[in-house]
């Protein structure tokens, strides 16, 4: 069975400060596929990234990064100098990959409200 | 940019009412989908669909739940008797392939039933 855990229901944090929302999965397939998205609070799902389990590298895109560690089953997302905007509730997901089921199995989520 | 487009944004109904919401995917997308969120909670999958045909289903999709892709655009999801658990957002996704590309989501429907 998949599942994603988001051990951080909330995280309040001031502007400018940097914040790291945690991700730790389970599977058994040897191949899947990790997602972040953004759910601001007019309710839309915004995609942040996509990664696949035989891309150990971490990647940056501004000031959002993703530090992926098939070790320890995590795939965390920090963001740097937090701003007002990134306010909003974070979803981790994982899917299985080629061939198997291609329905996103979702974290709880991890609330993030970043005050002035 | 291509987006998902739902229809109505928000919809009121009345327990026992039938509901249909409505899905434009990605007009090359071959995938869909609809999910769940009950408020405050974590996103749930409720049926994927392809080939004019669900492909899985969770066991939140009961018999009470049908889709449908009447004519090749439109992607609906209806509930026949609406119960009050049934008031969530839901959400559409189309997908062009199974290859693991992202799934691109709508903006959601918010179903309240009262």
């Known amino acids: 069975a998949q599942k994603v855990t988001q051990a951080q229901t909330e995280i309040s944090v001031v502007e400018k400060e940097d914040v790291t929302l945690d991700c730790v999965y389970e599977?058994?397939?040897?191949?899947?596929?990790l997602f972040w998205y953004k759910q601001p609070p007019s309710g839309e799902l915004v995609f942040l990234i996509r990664?696949?389990?035989?891309?150990?590298q971490n990647e940056i895109s501004g000031r959002y990064s993703w530090n992926f560690q098939k070790s320890t089953s995590s795939f965390n997302f920090t963001i740097t100098a937090s701003q007002v905007v990134d306010s909003a509730v974070y979803f981790c997901?994982?899917?299985?990959?080629?061939?198997?089921?291609?329905?996103?199995?979702f974290g709880k989520g991890t609330k993030l409200t970043v005050n002035p | 940019e291509p987006e998902v487009t739902q229809t109505p944004s928000h919809q009121v109904t009345q327990m026992g009412q039938e509901v249909i919401l409505r899905c434009v995917p990605i007009?090359?997308?071959?995938?869909f989908y609809w999910y769940r969120q009950i408020l405050g909670q974590k996103v749930e999958f409720l049926v994927s669909?392809?080939?004019?045909?669900?492909?899985?289903k969770s066991e939140i999709f009961d018999d009470q739940f049908s889709v449908e892709r009447p004519d090749g655009s439109n992607f609906t999801l209806k509930i026949r008797s609406t119960k009050l658990e049934d008031s969530a957002m839901y959400f559409c996704?189309?997908?062009?392939?199974?290859?693991?590309?992202?799934?691109?989501f709508g903006q959601g429907t918010r179903l309240t039933v009262v």
């Open positions: 997901a994982l899917r299985r990959g080629q061939g198997g089921s291609e329905k996103l199995v």
């Open positions: 599977t058994r397939d040897t191949t899947y596929y």
């Open positions: 990664r696949n389990s035989f891309d150990e």
């Open positions: 007009s090359n997308h071959l995938y």
């Open positions: 669909f392809y080939n004019n045909e669900i492909s899985e």
């Open positions: 996704a189309s997908l062009p392939t199974k290859d693991g590309t992202e799934a691109f």
